[in-house]
Structure formats: C-alpha cells, structure tokens
C-alpha cells in the first residue's frame, strides 16, 4: 500500500509505497517490491516487441513468390506428400477441402521458363496454357487465369474443389494450384496430344483418327459422363462438353477437362434452372441456352454433339454457306433421306455400316429438341454395347431448322420475336421440375 499524509487529515490512496510531505516537497519511498514490477514490464515490452516483429515478417512473407510447395521437386507419385497446405493460406479458406498442394509462384515459373512463348501450347477461355517439366523429368499442364478472361476466381475455386474429388480414368488430373496476388493458375497432367478439336477439324491431323479410335474416343468420353452424373461423389453436371475440353493422352486415350462451369446436383434433383448461362454455343441444350435449364439431360445434348462431330469431322457450327444451320440439320436430313453414310468423315475410311448407323442413330437421339426423350447415359452405353438391340428412332433435333424454311417464314419471325436475333431455332416450352 502506499499512503500520502497531508496535515489537515490523514487519507490512504492505497499502493505498496509512502508518500509523505516534508517541508515544500512530496517524497515518495519505494518499497522493496518497486524493482519487481520493473522487470516484469520490461519482459512485457520484449514479448510484444517480438510478437509484433515476428507478424510483420509474417506478412511481408506472404507478399512474396515464395509461398508454397516447390512444383520442381515434388513427386506426384508418392502418397506421402502432405497435400493440405492451402489451409495455410488465407485467401484459401475456401478451398481447404480441396485435398492439393500449393506450389510457390517462383517453381510454378520455373518449371514452365518463366512462361516462356515457346512453353506456350494453347489458349482457351480460361487463359493461356503452358507446358511445363519438373526435376524427375514430369510434364505438366499449368493454366493460368487470363486478367481479361470471362472466367473469374468463382470458376478457379470451383474447379479446384469439384476435381480434386473426381477419380476417373477418363478424366483429365488436376495435380496443384497456384495463387499469388493477382495470379492464379491450375496444374493438371500433360497430354502429349492436345485436345480433340487439334485432330478432328484439321485436315492434316484427321487421317489419325480411324475408325477405331474415334469409337474409343466416344465410348470413353460415355464413361466419363456416366461417371459424372452417376457414380462420383459429388454427382456433377459439367455444362461445357465440347472437342476442346476432351484431351488426349499419349494413346489417345479421352479425358473430359474443365470443371470451372460444372454444377453439383444431389438426390433426385434432374433439373435446375440458373439466370446465369455458360457454355458453348453448339454445344448447348436449346432448353439451356433460351431458358436457362440445365440437368444431365444438357451434357446427353453436348455428348450427342460430339459424336455427330467425331463421326463427321464437322464443326456443329460450321454451316454457313449450305441450306443446313448446323452439323444437327445436317445430319437430319441425310437420316430421314436414308443417306445417314454420307456424314462419315472421308479420312475414316469404310467402316462397318452397320456400327456407322448405330453411333449416327445415338447422336440424334441425345441431340432431340425435348429434354425427356433424350436418353439418360446409361442407357446411351447401353445402346452402344449392344450391338444387337433395335434402337428407338430419333425425332426432330434441336436447332435443326433449314435456312430455306427460315427465310420463307422470315416475315412472322420479325414479327413475332423483334427482341431476338432471327436463328430459326425451334424450343418446347418447359417449367422447372
């Protein structure tokens, strides 16, 4: 305690040292305990001087490109690499289920020669694509987020959490991530062979593509799909199939790429509808694209695309200057004509008619303008195996239309739809499940 004494009165303050008066002065007495108190603090002001230093290091550290795993080294090959350091990052809370390591940005553009034009194998909607090798001699994959890309950070993330929970051998393995500041980036396994579009719509490269392969191709992007809509996890819509999203291994093996616009649906739910549309016009379900409803029947459309596409060596939209708006016109047209053959892409040779009318058969069936008269992808590998069964005949495909009927019914169109470009497209009205 400490006491101050005044003449007048005696009044305790209360402490553990004397005040008294003497003479014009107040004296003040340390008690033994004074020197006590005085290291005490001192170690406060140390462990808060350290504290503090220790956090600035801290977050000047995670302003540099050093953070994370070093891509060079790391063996994707040995279980025993720890894969959970983005929990460590706080910009990656979100994907702390994502089970994949963070690599540093300074490995990330080591193993690629720092971005280098010539590592450089392609550019989608995602950004450039470049070629990368690790010390063992491993190839990768790494896409990076274009600044000017319609993709954002949603569809980075999105990709990062719906893959790494994906387990199939056709598709395509995302082994890492990057994310430093602005930039972003995804590492996947290298396919020497690029994607389908590389082969199929190029002259030069169809010939590669006989018979043989394009039906392993098919069936194997099938198995994907299934895998997909049925027996993975999380049961996943992918809404972007297309040529360019289904890579190529070194034996041409298929894996389906690119997650950052699929959806998860669960339970029995078989159709959703989103204000929001993505994808690839061609490629997408008319009930889709105009009405923004999507469920697995959308990726059967897709899948039915690519198999007309395969069979044909035609782009979907490559129709310009015929009377056909698109490859699915086309194709309609020489069925109901009994001239399905005719869609066989020259370079292929002359495979069995037969297996050529069964897969065209397939493809307008997954293409038809209603959604629940498209098979379901089961029994679309159903149809495919069983070389015995009769198969349904397929109606009128979507976005079938042809130019001549468009133009003669040009006028009403005008009228009737001012607000929409003149296609010609023909969609079933449909409510929400």
């Known amino acids: 305690m400490f006491r101050a004494w005044y003449p007048d009165d005696d009044y305790i303050f209360g402490g553990d040292y004397g005040i008294t008066p003497h003479a014009d002065d107040v004296r003040i007495n340390y008690t033994p305990q004074a020197p006590v108190i005085g290291i005490i603090a001192v170690i406060i002001a140390a462990i808060s001087f350290f504290s503090f230093r220790r956090r600035w290091r801290k977050r000047k550290d995670s302003g540099n490109k050093d953070t994370g795993k070093d891509l060079l080294s ?4 040995y279980s025993g690499n720890p894969t959970n350091d983005a929990t460590n990052n706080m910009r990656n809370r979100n994907m702390k289920n994502s089970d994949l390591p963070m690599f540093s940005y300074a490995s990330v553009s080591a193993a690629t020669n720092n971005f280098s034009r010539n590592n450089k194998i392609g550019e989608g909607g995602f950004g450039p694509v470049y070629k990368g090798k690790l010390s063992n001699g491993q190839e990768i994959a790494l896409k990076k987020l274009s600044k000017g890309s319609g993709q954002g950070f949603q569809e980075f993330r999105n990709e990062i959490q719906l893959i790494a929970k994906l387990q199939h051998m056709n ?10 500041k602005d930039e972003s980036m995804l590492i996947y396994e290298y396919m020497p062979n690029k994607s389908l579009d590389f082969f199929l719509f190029d002259s030069n490269m169809q010939e590669k593509l006989d018979w043989k392969t394009r039906v ?8 994907g799909i299934l895998y997909l809509h049925k027996y993975s996890r999380l049961r996943v819509i992918h809404r972007d199939l297309k040529a360019s999203n289904i890579l190529l291994d070194e034996d041409l093996n298929p894996k389906i790429s690119d997650f950052g616009m699929a959806r998860i649906f669960g339970g029995d739910d078989s159709r959703t509808n989103t204000k929001r549309i993505v994808g690839t016009y061609g490629y997408m379900a008319p009930e ?8 697995i029947k959308s ?21 310009y200057n015929t009377d056909c708006l698109s490859l699915l016109g086309h194709a309609w047209e020489l069925w109901i004509s009994n001239r399905g053959v005719e869609l066989l892409d020259p370079a292929v ?7 050529l009318l069964r897969y065209i058969n397939v493809g307008l069936l997954c293409v038809q303008e209603d959604p629940n008269e498209r098979p379901n992808m089961s029994i679309v590998i159903s149809m495919i195996n069983n070389e015995i069964a009769v198969l349904p005949a397929p109606k009128h495909p979507a976005f079938s239309t042809s130019r001549r009927v468009m ?3 040009s006028d009403s169109l005008i009228n009737k739809t001012p607000n929409y470009t003149i296609n010609g497209l023909t969609v079933s009205t449909m409510a929400p499940r």
């Open 216 to 223: 392993h191709i098919i069936e194997g992007t099938a198995q």
């Open 288 to 295: 889709y694209a105009m009405q923004g409803l999507f469920s």
């Open 299 to 319: 990726d059967v459309f897709s899948f039915g695309v690519l198999v007309l596409e395969i069979i044909s060596g035609k782009k979907n939209t490559g129709f």
């Open 74 to 77: 790391f063996d994707f090959n």
């Open 407 to 409: 133009m003669n019914n």
């Open 349 to 355: 040779g002359s495979p069995p008619v037969g297996a």
């Open 171 to 180: 598709l395509v393995r995302l082994l890492g991530f990057c994310i430093d």
